[in-house]
């Protein structure tokens, strides 16, 4: 069983950063894929960013330059760093899991086995 709890949203102004946590448990390792969604009121679940485990992280083209996806194997963690919020980026954010240790389409919601409770981020202008 995997479990995936998020942390760290909250409320800032326009140009304020953001860490974002995402604490797993359970059939999850290095090799999963996992990556970052958010949906905005009225709008569709989005992915933000993903790893696949090896390379570097995928970034919509929306945040690219502004988050940083990171992962820590030792603690089951991962991290999105956001920086330069805009009024935009306002959502609730999920982390998410794939099962297995290979990354299928890391772009699709519907891919992902496990998903957190999400977290909210508000930005204001």
């Known amino acids: 069983q995997v479990q995936l709890v998020e942390s760290g949203g909250g409320s800032v102004q326009a140009g304020g950063s953001l860490r974002l946590s995402c604490a797993a448990s359970g059939s999850i390792s290095s090799g999963n894929c996992m990556g970052w969604f958010r949906q905005a009121p009225g709008k569709e679940r989005e992915v933000v960013a993903f790893?696949?485990?090896?390379?570097?992280?995928y970034y919509a083209d929306s945040v690219k330059g502004r988050f940083t996806l990171s992962r820590d194997n030792a603690k089951s963690t991962m991290y999105l760093q956001m920086s330069s919020l805009r009024p935009e980026d306002t959502a609730m954010y999920y982390c998410?899991?794939?099962?297995?240790?290979?990354?299928?389409?890391?772009?699709?919601?519907?891919?992902?086995?496990?998903w957190g409770q999400g977290t909210q981020v508000t930005v204001s202008p």
């Open positions: 790893s696949t485990g090896i390379g570097s992280p």
């Open positions: 998410a899991a794939q099962a297995g240790n290979q990354c299928w389409n890391g772009l699709q919601a519907g891919r992902y086995s496990y």
